[in-house]
């Protein structure tokens, strides 16, 4: 597999599996993985310009994390993509005692030891903002700084008290972070990212709230890729870098993605327990679809649920 753009490694399945959707609907052939893949197996994809590999960090400890994903950063790295990508939520789910972004990223360090890691959760596409170092999200309600979401600041397991990305992360890690907003992305955001790393700053967050500052993050990452080649983000940093791609020529547009035609009956699998699932789960119902509730334990064989305090 030659010429890879991009490998990621994401926090949970869903999250890893958007950043190939996103890749793919551009046009950028794309595959995701569970595990580590062997050799033969990379040889049946070796089309692909992207790799992805699925964990279960999100639902982690820092102790677990530090002790895993390493090994995992480096079967990626060993495929030497020009951006490593560790994929996040683009609601920052994360705290010091699970998910810890922190962690991830001292561990992609070890692995890739990047001049600084550009830190990038908002998705436009996806009513994820980020404004001044602050994260808004949207909801059925509007949109809403991410401190005062509905669903994200009273989340069971990472509850955000705080909207300023930087602030949240200051509790999962002591390196050094800076901000490039929205008027430096509109000015002169080289000259921003110089001045960073030349204050040491070993993390970047920036914003994006629309295609001229989405296309500028873009910019910023892949052309720095040889010094900052280390990624944090949602799959928003994948919509930020085909903006750019496509707006620089080197990604024509795709085609419209075709229709898989008219079936007799379709089939939705859930395993969200979020609010706003519910609300979909209820429209569903109210709209032709049978539900049926499913003991996702019952084919893995688990007998307990698992929590944070359970062994993992």
């Known amino acids: 597999m030659t010429d890879l753009r991009l490998a990621w490694l994401g926090d949970d399945f869903t ?38 590999l699925a964990t ?8 677990w994390m530090a002790q895993h994903l390493p090994p995992l950063f480096a079967a990626l790295e060993a ?23 922190g962690t991830a990223i001292a561990a992609g360090l070890s692995v890739r030891p990047s001049h600084a890691v550009p830190l990038l959760t908002a998705a436009p596409a996806m009513r994820r903002y980020q404004a001044f170092g602050h994260l808004f999200a949207g909801s059925p309600q509007g949109v809403f700084r991410l401190d005062r979401h509905p669903v994200m600041a009273h989340h069971p397991a990472t509850p955000m008290p705080e909207s300023d990305l930087l602030a949240h992360l200051a509790a999962q890690t002591d390196l050094p972070t800076a901000l490039i907003d929205l008027e430096a ?19 970047l967050s920036i914003d994006s709230m629309d295609p001229a500052s989405e296309a500028a993050a873009g ?3 892949w052309e720095n890729r040889a010094r900052t080649g280390l990624v944090a983000g949602s799959q928003g940093v994948e919509y930020a870098l085909v903006r750019h791609w496509q707006q620089s020529g080197t990604l024509p547009p795709p085609s419209p993605p075709a229709s898989a035609g008219r079936v007799a009956q379709i089939a939705a699998v859930s ?42």
Do not use: N
Request: aromatic content about 6%; proline content about 9%.
């Open 79 to 101: 495929l030497r993509p020009q951006i490593l990508h560790y994929k996040i939520c683009s609601t920052f789910d994360s705290s010091p005692h699970m998910g810890s972004i």
């Open 219 to 221: 910019a910023l990452i």
């Open 271 to 312: 395993g969200s327990v979020s609010p706003v699932t519910s609300a979909q789960l209820d429209w569903a119902g109210r709209h032709g679809f049978a539900l049926l509730p499913f003991d996702a334990r019952a084919p893995v064989g688990r007998t307990t649920i698992w929590t944070p305090t359970s062994p993992a």
């Open 15 to 52: 999250g890893a599996a958007a950043v190939m959707e996103v890749l793919t609907f551009a046009g950028v052939p794309s595959v995701l993985f569970t595990e580590p893949p062997s050799a033969a197996l990379l040889a049946r994809f070796a089309d692909c310009a992207a790799v992805g």
């Open 185 to 203: 992305l509109a000015a002169d955001p080289q000259a921003r990212l110089e001045e960073a790393l030349a204050q040491g700053v070993r993390i």
């Open 56 to 63: 279960t960090a999100r639902a982690h400890g820092p102790a």
